[in-house]
Nanobody, 119 residues
Framework: QVQLVESGGGLVQPGGSLRLSCAASGSTFSNYAMSWHRQVPGKERELVASITRTGGSRDYADSVKGRFTISRDNAKNTMYLQMNSLKPEDTAVYYC????????????WGQGTQVTVSS
């Protein structure tokens, strides 16, 4: 079982940047496909970006393409989300998720980190 802890959220002005981190422990990080999701009150959690266990393939929601970059460092057991050109509509709680490649029915979530984009 893997434990996930997000960090790096905060308050930023429109047009600014933030880098989120998701630190994993308790299991072999490279066995997990990883993703970032976000949620605002009253709405469903939505997928922001995903990355395969080796980092060889990445996908993004249309709303963040060209502005956000997902990456991972398996040696450091950490996944990142570089967020540039932030917009007020990016305001949300951001969560990381891990899915083991040996059982895609299992999902592990972090506790979330708040990102607020406001002037």
């Amino acid at each position: 079982q893997v434990q996930l802890v997000e960090s790096g959220g905060g308050l930023v002005q429109p047009g600014g940047s933030l880098r989120l981190s998701c630190a994993a422990s308790g299991s072999t990080f490279s066995n997990y496909a990883m993703s970032w999701h976000r949620q605002v009150p009253g709405k469903e959690r939505e997928l922001v970006a995903s990355i395969t266990r080796t980092g060889g393939s990445r996908d993004y929601a249309d709303s963040v393409k060209g502005r956000f970059t997902i990456s991972r460092d398996n040696a450091k057991n950490t996944m990142y989300l570089q967020m540039n050109s932030l917009k007020p509509e990016d305001t949300a709680v951001y969560y990381c998720k891990a899915v083991p490649t040996y059982n895609i029915k299992i999902q592990y979530w972090g506790q979330g980190t708040q990102v607020t984009v406001s002037s």
